[in-house]
């Protein structure tokens, strides 16, 4: 059982950068694959990044694979989403999920945060 909270986001010009950060409550963090998912108005959930807790897998969804690092910090239960070049295709809001494997299936997700709000303008 764990607890998500995202927070970072924010209205940012294009081409500009955001780091969004995920703070996990819980026993079990360093055990989960930790990802971020991105969901726009109308549109379906889309993958963005994950990574294991050791940080040794990594995987990107293609949009942002260019642009965007995940990183964690276990010590500080603590995942991250640096956002680099940003379009105005990349406003969503932002989910950080638990996963047991290293996917890009939201349906292997179990826990997830209540979401921060990224808009891009242009």
């Known amino acids: 059982q764990v607890q998500l909270v995202e927070s970072g986001g924010g209205l940012v010009q294009a081409g500009g950068s955001l780091r969004l950060s995920c703070a996990a409550s819980g026993r079990t963090f360093r055990n989960y694959v930790m990802g971020w998912f991105r969901q726009a108005p109308g549109k379906e959930r889309q993958f963005v990044a994950a990574?294991?807790?050791?940080?040794?897998?990594?995987l990107y969804g293609n949009s942002v694979k260019d642009r965007f690092t995940i990183a964690r910090d276990n010590a500080k239960n603590t995942v991250y989403l640096q956002m680099n070049s940003l379009k105005p295709e990349d406003t969503a809001v932002y989910y950080c999920?638990?996963?047991?494997?290293?996917?890009?299936?939201?349906?292997?997700?179990?826990?997830w945060g209540q979401g921060t709000q990224v808009t891009v303008s242009s």
């Open positions: 990574i294991n807790w050791s940080g040794g897998i990594t």
């Open positions: 999920a638990t996963s047991s494997i290293a996917t890009m299936a939201s349906a292997a997700y179990d826990y």
